[in-house]
C-alpha cells in the first residue's frame, strides 16, 4: 500500500474533522469561521513542527489553482444573481481593470524604496496581492442583512479581480523573463493582458452553452446535474489556463453564469435547491482546507530558516501590508468617486466604498501566485513572506472587525429594528400567551387556582411587554427619519414573505421569484440609503442591459413560430409578475394596518401612511397593468389566470391534508394517497 497516499488521506480527513469541530465549539465566538480557521492551521503547523504528525499536505499552486479555484468560482456564479451583477458591471469592472493597474503602480512604486526587492521584483509583487479573497466578508454579509448592492459589488469584484490578477502576474513575469522594459514591451503585455480576458470570455460561453444542452436532457436528474457541472468547471479552467493560455477563472465565471441562470428558468426547484445545497457543502470544504492551509504554511514558512534576516523580513511584510491598504484606499475612493456620476444605478455611496475598501482581504490565489514563482527566482523568499503577511494581515485585520463596521455605519440589519422586532414580537407572544390562558380556563379542566397563578404572571409580563414597546416608539418618535426607515424595511420584509409564500404554493415561478427578489433588494439598497420612498421597478427595468441585447439578437435570429412561442411566454410571465405585485401590495397595506391596531400604543398614523399610500399604489398600478394586459392577450391572459388558480388551489387542497394529518383526522398513509389523487388531477 501507498503509504503516502494513505498519509495524504489521513491528514485532509484530520483537516475536515478540525473544521467541523470548529464548526460546532466555536460558533459562539464572534470572529469569522475563516478566520478562526486561520488561526488554528497556524497553530497546527508549529504542532507539526514539534514532532506532531499533524498533517502532511504541502500547499501548492496547482492544489490551489487546479483543485480549489474552479469548485469554488464555478459555485459562486452560478448561484450570483446575473441581473444584479450586469446592473453593476461598470464599478466591478472599473476595479477589476483600471483599479488592478493602478493597484500594482503603487505598490511597485513605493515597495522599490522601502524593500530590499528590485523594480521587476516588486511589481510581480504587486500583481499577485492585488487578488482579493473576501469570503469571510461575504459570509458575513448574508449573516447581517448587507443590501444586496454592497454584496455583489464585493463578490462581483472579487471574482473578476482573481481573474485579472493572474493574467497581470503572468504579464509582468514574461516582462521580466524578457528583460524588456521599453514602451512596445508594455504595450504588447497590454494587448496579451486583454486578449486572455476576452479569451476567457469565450471559452466560458462555449462550455456555458454546452453545459446547457447537456443539462436540457437530463434536467430531471440531480445527481448528473451536479456531476455535469463539476467536470465542466474542471475541464473549462484546465482548458482554458493550461491549454489555450487564457483565463480560467473568467473562463468559469462566465460558464457558471450561464448554467445558473437557465437552471433557474428551465430546471425543477426541488433540484436547484439540492444544487444549491451541493454547492454551499463544496464551499465549506474547499475554503476550510483552504484557510488551514494558509495557516500552516505560514507556522512553517515562520519556522524554517530564511535568506534574509528577522529585521529585513519584518519590515517587509509591515511595509507589504501598509501599502497594500494604501493602495487599495487610494483605487477604491478616487476610482469609485470618478464613475458615480455616470452610474444608471445611483452613485455608490462612502460607506459602501468604505466597506470594499476594508473588506478587500487577500488569500488563497495570492499565495498560489507567489508559491508557483520559481525556486532560483532572485528574493522568492522575501516575497512569499511578505505575501503570507499580507495575507494573514488582512484577513486578521480586517475579518475580526467587519462586522464592528458594518454596524458603525448602518449597514447591517439596524440594531434598533432588531430591538423594535424582538419587542413587537415578545409583546404579541405574551398576548397569545394571555388568549390561550382565557381559553383553557372557558374549558373547566383546570383548577381555578392553577390558571389564576399563572394568569397572574403573564399577566405581569404582558404588561411589561406593552411598556417596553411603547418605550422604544416613543424613543423613535424624536427621530423621524429612522422611524420611517424602520416601517419601510419592515413594509419589504411583509413584502418579500408574500413572495417566498406564492413560490412555496406553486403559483409563482422560479425566474419572477427572482425578478420579484431583485427588485425588493434594490428598494431595500435605496432605503438603506435614507432615500425614502423608493424607486418602484418594473417588469422590464429587471432584465439587465447586457441580457436585454441578447435576447434581442437571438429574437431577430429566431424563426417566426420560435418568436410567436418566446412572446407568448413573455406576456405569461409579466401578467404573473404583476398579479404577484398586486396581491402582495394588497396584503402589505393590510398588515401594516393590522400592525398598528395589535400595537399597544397609540401610533401616530402618518409615520405609516407614506408606506401604505405607495404600496396601495403599487398594488393598484400593478391591477391596471393587468386590465391592459387582459384587454391586449385575452387568451394567453386567461392560460395564465387558468394556471394561476389552479396552482392556488392545489396548494390550499395539500395544506388542508398537512393539518388533517398532522391533528389526528386522518393517517398520514390517507394523506399521501389523497395527495397523490390530487396531483394527477
Known sequence: MDQTLVKTEVAVLVLLLVACLATVSLRHVKLPFTVLLLIIGFGLGFLEDLGIPVVHLVISPELILFIF????????????????????????????????????????????????????????????????????????????????????????????????????????????????????????????????????????????????????????????????????AYFCFIIAEDWLKVSGV??????????????????????????????????????????????????????????????????????????????????????IPLINPFLKEGPINWRYQLVSFWGGLRGAVALALCLSIAVDFPGRGLIIAMTLGVAAGTILLGGSTIASLLNWLGLDRPQDMNRMEETQALFLAKQGASQRLSELRTMQIFSEGVLDEVEKVYTAQLEQASLNVEGVWKEFLAQKDLNRQIIWLQALHLEKWQYQHFYDMGVLSERNF????????????????????????????????????????????????????????????????????????????????????????????????????WYGDMSQGAVASLKTQEEQALDLVWVTQRQVATRSALASARKILEELANEGFIPWETKEKVSLELESG
Open 514 to 613: 427572482q425578478r420579484l427578489n431583485l427588485s425588493v433588494n434594490i428598494r431595500q439598497d435605496d432605503i438603506q440609503a435614507y432615500r425614502i420612498p423608493p424607486t418602484l421597478t418594473s417588469f422590464a427595468s429587471l432584465e439587465g442591459p447586457l441580457e436585454k441585447g441578447w435576447i434581442r439578437s437571438l429574437a431577430r435570429r429566431l424563426p417566426l413560430s420560435s418568436r410567436w412561442q418566446k412572446s407568448q411566454e413573455l406576456i405569461q410571465s409579466r401578467y404573473e409578475f404583476d398579479m404577484a405585485v398586486a396581491v402582495a401590495g394588497y396584503r402589505t397595506t393590510q398588515k401594516l394596518g393590522d400592525q398598528l391596531q395589535r400595537l399597544p400604543v397609540g401610533i401616530h398614523r402618518e409615520l405609516f401612511d407614506d408606506c401604505i399610500r
Open 69 to 232: 479555484i474552479p469548485p469554488l468560482i464555478f459555485g459562486s456564479a452560478s448561484r450570483m444573481d446575473s441581473r444584479l451583477l450586469f446592473r453593476n458591471l461598470t464599478p466591478i469592472l472599473t476595479l477589476a481593470v483600471p483599479g488592478l493597474i493602478l493597484s500594482i503602480l503603487i505598490v511597485g512604486g513605493l515597495l522599490v524604496w522601502l524593500t530590499p526587492l528590485t523594480l521587476g521584483q516588486v511589481l510581480l509583487f504587486g500583481a499577485l496581492i492585488t487578488a482579493t479573497d473576501p469570503i469571510a466578508v461575504v459570509a458575513l454579509f448574508e449573516q447581517l442583512g448587507v443590501p444586496k448592492r454592497l454584496q455583489i459589488l464585493v463578490d462581483g469584484e472579487s471574482m473578476l479581480n482573481d481573474a485579472t490578477a493572474i493574467v497581470a502576474f503572468g504579464v509582468v513575469m514574461s516582462i521580466i523573463s524578457s528583460g524588456v522594459w521599453d514602451v512596445g514591451a508594455i504595450g504588447d503585455a497590454l494587448v496579451k493582458f486583454v486578449l486572455v480576458l476576452l479569451g476567457g470570455v469565450a471559452v466560458g460561453l462555449v462550455f456555458g452553452y454546452v453545459l446547457r444542452f447537456f443539462i436540457r436532457m437530463v434536467r430531471e436528474n440531480g445527481s448528473l446535474i451536479f456531476s455535469l457541472s463539476v467536470i465542466a
Open 250 to 335: 473568467i473562463a468559469v465565471m462566465t460558464a457558471g453564469l450561464i448554467t445558473g441562470r437557465y437552471n433557474l428558468d428551465h430546471v425543477r426547484t426541488e433540484i436547484n435547491k439540492q444544487t444549491y445545497s451541493f454547492w454551499e457543502y463544496t464551499a465549506f470544504v474547499t475554503n476550510s482546507l483552504i484557510f488551514l492551509l494558509v495557516g500552516i504554511t505560514t507556522a512553517r514558512f515562520v519556522i524554517e530558516p530564511h535568506a534574509y534576516t528577522p529585521a529585513v523580513i519584518v519590515t517587509s511584510v509591515l511595509c507589504g501590508l501598509g501599502v497594500t491598504i494604501l493602495a487599495r484606499g487610494v483605487m477604491i475612493f478616487t476610482l
